[in-house]
């Protein structure tokens, strides 16, 4: 998403520009089509972009048990983007397998990434920010930065990795080497047993529970009424809605609580759906007072049975990401203020104190990523009456629409094309 501001009525305002490139959003669709272990058998498809979500799910869980219980100062943006230019890096080299890639970079690791930013350069160079140099600096310059937030990331990745291989290891004893692959996996987690929220979820209890739940997200898919390509899950759509929000906030010059609580807010928002499943936006808009009925019984099974499965510490923030998820809000004196509009928290609340959070920038590109998942499949040839009718409806949601000045119809008309 690369926007250019112009003026209109006084205010700073974003318009598409003629430069921007889908390339970094086609990118990262591309990654529902990466399967992941397609060497062994699998009950279910396991794809490059699901583990990429729940990695940065199981990140904010290790990231929040450093800060807590350690007093570390984890620096939140580095570890959002950390975890984007990860993301990215991997989507390039993702046909190595891992004992390859892993030795080719202790080997060749610069040329490698030099390769890598090469390739992506013409997708990222417009992206506000410095983000191709930042991009580059992660890459390139002093490892020692971030350190505490690689440590985490590389945590993140293995756990996520287990968790997959959980699945599919009773369904491969005959697999040649599944014993040393099981070996080398644990070997890796053993490397990070300093960090606390490793050794809790290693013990299979609480916090184990609650990155079990959000894995099985992965198994709920998009659309599921239509056929689709590439097919994407509630886990994939989280972080691609995660992602366009952490975008859009670089863009408003948002300050690092608001990108947090965007970022955060726009990967958790969909959470609840674990327990009620992916109702359809037809459905739930079809009977009156239906979608406050399924609203009120995801507030009381989030307090029931997701809640208590992290620290209790925690609970005000993740009910700050859950309910109202598509409310503007802030806290101001220890109270949750919502109803806010965009131009009142980038004109008056764009400060950390206020602990900003764009829910309607959560909305608008929660429905931004369902119109390209539909704009996507129509374009491969696999089309539906249900994802013509979705993207039609969708579009002329945002008809002359700007939201946190972003003109939102234009990005809609420059992925119809």
């Known amino acids: 998403m690369i926007l250019s501001r112009v003026p209109k009525t006084g205010r700073g305002y974003f318009e598409v520009s003629k430069m921007i490139e889908k390339g970094i959003i086609e990118r990262i669709y591309e990654a529902a089509s990466i399967q992941r272990w397609n060497d062994h058998v699998r009950p279910v498809e396991l794809t490059e972009l699901d583990k990429q979500a729940h990695k940065m799910l199981i990140a904010f869980v290790l990231a929040k048990y450093e800060a807590d219980e350690r007093n570390a100062a984890i620096n939140w943006l580095g570890l959002i983007e950390g975890g984007l230019f990860e993301f990215l890096h991997r989507l390039i080299l993702t046909d190595i397998k891992p004992p390859v890639f892993h030795q080719m970079m202790r080997r060749k690791g610069r040329e490698l990434n030099e390769w890598v930013l090469e390739k992506l350069e013409p997708d ?69 047993l300093d960090l606390s929220g490793v050794q809790k979820i290693l013990l299979g209890k609480k916090s184990f529970g609650f990155i079990d739940l959000c894995g099985q997200l992965r198994f709920q898919q998009r659309w599921a009424q239509s056929p689709r390509l590439p097919k994407t899950s509630v886990l994939g759509h989280m972080l691609i809605v995660a992602i366009l929000v952490y975008l ?48 009120e019984y995801e507030e009381i099974q989030v307090e029931e049975r997701i809640l208590p499965l992290l620290p209790r510490a925690w609970h005000d923030e993740i009910r700050f990401f859950v309910e109202d998820e598509f409310e503007n809000k802030i806290i101001k004196e220890g ?34 990523a369902a119109f390209i998942e539909a704009s996507l499949s129509i374009k491969y040839g696999v089309k539906s009456p249900h994802l013509e009718e979705g993207k039609k409806r969708i579009q002329e949601l945002y008809q002359g629409q700007t939201i946190a000045g972003i003109d939102f119809e234009g990005i809609f008309k420059y992925f119809a094309e």
């Open 124 to 192: 990222i160079k417009g992206i506000k920010g410095d983000f191709s140099e930042r991009f580059r600096e992660y890459l390139l310059g002093d490892q020692q930065r971030y350190r505490i937030e690689r440590k985490i990331l590389r945590a993140a990745h293995y756990l996520a990795t287990n968790w997959e291989f959980k699945i599919i290891y009773t369904m491969n004893p005959f697999i040649y080497g599944i014993e040393r692959t099981k070996e080398e996996i644990e070997n890796e987690i053993e490397d990070y």
């Open 248 to 295: 859009s906030s670089l863009e408003i010059d948002a300050c690092e609580r608001r990108i947090y609580n965007n970022y955060f807010g726009a990967l958790f928002h969909d959470l609840p759906e674990v327990l009620t499943r992916d109702i359809v936006s037809p459905v739930k808009s079809s009977i009156k007072g239906l979608q406050d009925l399924i609203k």
């Open 335 to 368: 109270k949750v203020v919502k109803g806010l509009s965009s131009e009142e928290i980038s004109e008056k609340y764009n400060h950390d104190r206020f602990n900003p959070l764009d829910g309607k920038l959560i909305k608008v590109c929660d429905n931004l």
